[in-house]
């Protein structure tokens, strides 16, 4: 039961995403010229034991434009310095994703490259990843450990693997649009000799998607989706690859796909106070808001689960403080468009 509701939920849930979005999507790892840090953590369905918690610290930034000239190098010692054109995003997370019994700690590197267009920006990006898979041997259930061939098979409590992530980015002046794959190694996650030999790590693919809408010279609103697909495991449920012709997988892998989604409305207030509703399709209703002072900005947000589960549980609430860096002149050195 424990490794099911993992294999349900195998990537953490974000629903202030758009404040450190880069963790979705690597392409967007300094796509709006402003270096940000950022902490989140979220607790899922409050009052349910077991539930999932996600702790994630984030940084992303844009590498400064640059012309060609002379700069001090090691040890003071003078050096030509070749020209930059500003167009690489770098960033960096290191999370924390616990699921009962089931854990994943990890880091992951994100590089972005931006082509800058007449009146928008097209970004590519990708990210590589390693992380600990953990299960808690203690808090599990056996009904009869002495018979479990988790525990005579030779059980693994934990597993370091590599992974990879890649992702577009389309941004103008009130529009975006990105793409992205993550789980791209698809690794499976060899736990025991028998019962969780194949529990394998399932493709995810992000689609999002906004538009800003200027009310007044002070007022914004912005309605966005986040729709989130995952790849089905052909091979475990439709059987061995090799039976199958190639459009026999397509067609297997198409009808497999679950999706959810997030459809967000939110209204600004000269980008330092912000708040919002969202629908959830598992059935949340989900309320937000936010304030920036200065360079400084935090988030909260509250899910109030609508689905069978509100009997269990009274719903999930999430906060992100975080730091931005940057002026409005530097972006604009950035963009050269706004």
Avoid: C
Avoid at 21 to 47: C, D, E, K, M
Avoid at 83 to 98: E, P, T
Avoid at 154 to 182: K, T
Avoid at 240 to 249: A, C, K, R
């Amino acid at each position: 039961m424990v490794f099911g509701s993992a294999s349900g939920q195998q990537l953490p849930i974000y629903t202030q995403y758009k404040l450190n979005a880069h963790v979705i999507n690597p392409s967007i790892a300094g796509a709006f010229g402003y270096t940000n840090v950022n902490l989140t953590a979220r607790n899922q369905w409050l009052g349910f034991q077991g539930s999932p918690n996600t702790y994630t610290l984030s940084g992303e930034w844009r590498m400064l434009k640059r012309g060609q000239g002379v700069g001090s190098g090691i040890l003071g010692m003078r050096r030509l310095q070749k020209s930059r054109g500003g167009n690489v995003g770098l960033s960096a997370v290191v999370f924390r994703d616990i699921n009962g019994a089931v854990s994943r700690t990890g880091a992951k590197g994100s590089y972005a490259y931006h082509i800058q267009m007449r009146q928008s920006q097209l970004s590519l990006g990708v990210a590589a990843s390693v992380f600990q898979f953990k299960v808690d041997k203690d808090k599990l259930i056996w009904e009869d450990a002495g018979s479990e061939p988790l525990l005579t098979g030779g059980f693994r409590e934990a597993i370091v693997a590599p992974d990879a992530s890649i992702g577009a980015f389309y941004l103008a002046r009130f529009f975006y649009f990105g793409i992205a794959g993550e789980q791209l190694f698809q690794t499976v996650l060899k736990i025991g000799s028998q019962a969780l030999n194949d529990y394998k790590l399932l493709r995810h693919y992000n689609i999002n998607t906004g538009y800003r809408i200027r009310i007044t010279k002070d007022y914004d609103i912005e309605p966005s989706i986040l729709m989130k697909v995952t790849e089905p495991d052909v091979k475990k449920n439709r059987g061995d690859l090799q039976t199958l012709g190639e459009s026999s997988v397509l067609m297997a892998k198409f009808k497999g796909l679950r999706q959810q989604s997030d459809i967000h409305l939110k209204l600004y207030y000269k980008d330092d106070y912000w708040g919002g509703i969202s629908y959830r399709t598992n059935g949340d209703l989900i309320i937000m808001g936010g304030v920036r002072y200065n360079n400084m900005y935090i988030g909260y947000s509250f899910d109030y689960t609508l689905s069978r589960i509100m009997s269990y549980s009274y719903g999930s609430h999430e906060i992100s403080l975080g730091m931005r860096f940057g002026t409005d002149k530097k972006r604009s050195d950035y963009m050269q468009r706004w």
